[in-house]
């Protein structure tokens, strides 16, 4: 059973920076687009950013410019730089991956930007 594992989260003050990984649990898979997405209490969850295996990427508006997302094929590991936080981006983040035309969640790791 594949499963991925985000770690990373944590409490940071306004204008901080904190970075975000995902792993897959096990070994010798080869993931295909992979992505982080966000939830916020009460909103729907919402895509972050997503990168190609190729490394072609995409951001929500509300990211570009202060958040980047990068990958190691050779660990099937993605991650997410994230620079100058803002109060609203405090959510659970959840990484998401393809692989062999099925998309898998982790279980979210919580991001909380206050002072």
């Known amino acids: 059973q594949v499963q991925l594992v985000e770690s990373g989260g944590g409490l940071v003050q306004p204008g901080g920076s904190l970075t975000l990984s995902c792993v897959p649990s096990?070994?010798?898979?080869?993931?295909?687009?992979m992505g982080w997405y966000r939830q916020a209490p009460e909103k729907r969850r919402e895509l972050v950013a997503t990168i190609t295996r190729g490394g072609n990427t995409n951001y929500a508006d509300s990211v570009k410019g202060r958040f980047t997302i990068s990958r190691d094929n050779t660990k099937n590991t993605v991650y997410l730089q994230m620079n100058s936080l803002k109060p609203e981006d405090t959510a659970v983040y959840y990484c998401?991956?393809?692989?062999?035309?099925?998309?898998?969640w982790g279980q979210g790791t919580q991001v909380t930007v206050s002072s």
């Open positions: 998401n991956g393809f692989l062999s035309a099925r998309s898998y």
């Open positions: 096990g070994s010798g898979f080869s993931f295909g687009a």
